[in-house]
């Protein structure tokens, strides 16, 4: 069989030797340059290659066409991947008859994601192991073809198990290898009720937290020793790595006596150097000061003066900052997505929130609140508050935008002097200041897409013609994107671009918007039934929408502010629910079964029904709209394990029930049957 094989790392080589092993013709392999970060311990798959005469490449980004071209010239049987660090596009997977096979380091479902070998180790698994499985352009959720075992031992490191790793490769292939040539190999799905996943490791992971006890501290070390960055601790200022470590018993130290028992991560000794845990004590044996040489754990007491009583932890800046506030700079914060953000902010304790915006009657709850500061003003005028906010506050979030169908059909020029011209400059302010901005983008962007799942990365932005004028707002928001992508790329602006898909609930706008023509399309349905009038379903009601629950949504964004080890910078991330698709029309229907079955509803006019109605009647000649807006939410999947849990019916009760009540309190009732 005619073989294309994308490899690195150890287990790379031992795939490509196996392969030719087992007769296989390698016709191209595609690795990756060593990143000159990285601590290059393993073997070069390239240079393997080139020693067998097999033509190797590196692109930069395997999903650029050309190497979709050049594998398909290639005209490859079967495709390999082995510990290659990418994904691999849908494009380059249709391309091999006998599909595309994947051999990961873990026993699958379980520790999907990044660093299996790493993650096992660190969570103090027994056991782990090798899969070899069907790539999908999802993650390692493919058909498993077979696995072995691998068994872990109490002195094993990272290196070690991935040295048994290898050898379990070329143990595993060596036996499949014959069966997937003659067809034979079995196809088993994955049961994704047992899967796990893990994300990437930064060597900012490696800090000890000596409150945990001995057990997951030795794990950790060992996890991350040699080759790998290292765990440390600090005292002060100064910053110690620990390489190897043992676990002594709380008797041998007579910390049995919870109360005589010292602060977790305080050295009980210094020759040997013992350290008190959580639970149990470790001793260091081996470390070394950071900058400094390796030694042994009495020698590293002994050099720098560490003495009984002295507490590892985290360093002094780190310790001022822990215990500080960030602040959120929030524009825009009475809306929909801003209220609702900032009281989730404040619930968690750990932000100071910062808000301005034309009112405040959906954010009055909020206003006691010692740590959150509300300003009224205009994004458009209050300039220099905000250059001076932005200045002072850790992230800026900009909520500030014309976003009905009204609005941008009718109103074209406002709409980009607004969602363009007055965010540029706050995008500006965050580039010249070094701030964080998270910025809104818009499902919209996707425009006249063509694919059937939007996906961030991939997915082609489509605008309309230029005579609808309904696009400006989408062109708005994708210029935006990319300006904001490029100080990303040329002046290290930290950001993160999220995606909100039709979000419903409590707040979303108002009753006295949706009777000017501008509100969300649910919010004018129940203006619809408060009032008597027929509901209005444009062109039919036959788009198709996936609906977001708040809670859900604000939920993902509150994990992208949070920005764990920096995992969102740079990113694009839909927050949607994909399982939510409905059309305009079972909307409305179901929000008429809701609204009779609510309560309240005897206060209101019975059903007036439904009335389809052209686009270009209620819009304006320049209105055009898509018939599907379903987003892929792979991104806030891998980045923050995050999955949309509220079901529609439930989003739907929800905001009905707050706009009825609204209507009841603010006597807009104009019927009330006997």
Known sequence: MKAVVLAYHNIGCAGIETLLKNGF??????????????????GSVSELAATKNIPVFAP???????????????????????????????????????????LRASLLPQYRGKCPINWVLVNGEKETGVTLHYLTTNLDDGDIICQEKIKISDTDTAKTLHEKAEATSRKLLDKILPQIIDGTAPRVPQDPSKATSFGPRTPEDGEIDWSMNATAISNLVRAVTHPYPGAFSYVGEKKYYFWQVTQLPDSEFGLNDCKKRPFPGTIISTNPLVVVCGQGALRMDFGQLDGGIYMNGAQLAQEFKLIKGTMFGLCESEKIEATRKKSVLILGVNGFIGNALSKRLLESGKYQVHGLDLRSNYIQHLLDSPDFYFDEGD?????????????????????????????????????????????????RYCAKYKKRIIFPSTSEVYGMCEDETFDEDNSRLVQGPIRMQRWIYSCCKQLLDRVIWAHGQQEGLHFTLF????????????????????????TQFILNLVEGNPIQLIDGGCQQRCFTDVSDGIECLYRIIENKEGICDGKIINIGNPE????????????VEKFHQHPLHTNFPPFAGFREIESGTYYGTGYQDVQRRRPSIKNAQKYLDWTPKVG????????????LHEAVNSKLLIYKTD
């Open 580 to 591: 939510n698709q409905i059309s305009i029309r079972e909307l409305a229907e179901m929000l």
């Open 648 to 659: 529609l019916e439930h989003s739907i009760e929800s905001t009905l029930d707050f706009f």
């Open 379 to 427: 994004i458009s005028i209050h300039r220099e508050w905000i250059e001076y906010h932005i200045r002072k506050c850790d992230i800026v979030v900009p909520l500030v935008a014309i976003a009905t169908p009204i609005e941008y059909t009718r109103n074209p020029l406002g709409v980009f002097k607004l969602d363009f011209e007055e965010n540029l400059r706050i995008v």
């Open 60 to 102: 930069k980004d395997i999903n650029n066409p050309i190497w979709t071209r050049k594998i398909k010239e290639i005209n490859p049987d079967i495709i390999f991947s082995f510990h290659y660090r990418r994904n691999i596009p849908q494009s380059i997977l249709e391309i091999p008859p006998a599909g595309c096979l994947s």
């Open 499 to 522: 995606r909100p898909f039709n979000w419903i609930g409590p707040r979303l706008d108002s009753l006295t918007s949706a009777r000017i023509g501008s509100s969300r399309v649910i």
């Open 25 to 42: 013709e390698i016709a191209a392999v595609f690795t990756h340059t060593d990143d000159p970060e990285e601590n290059i311990w393993f």
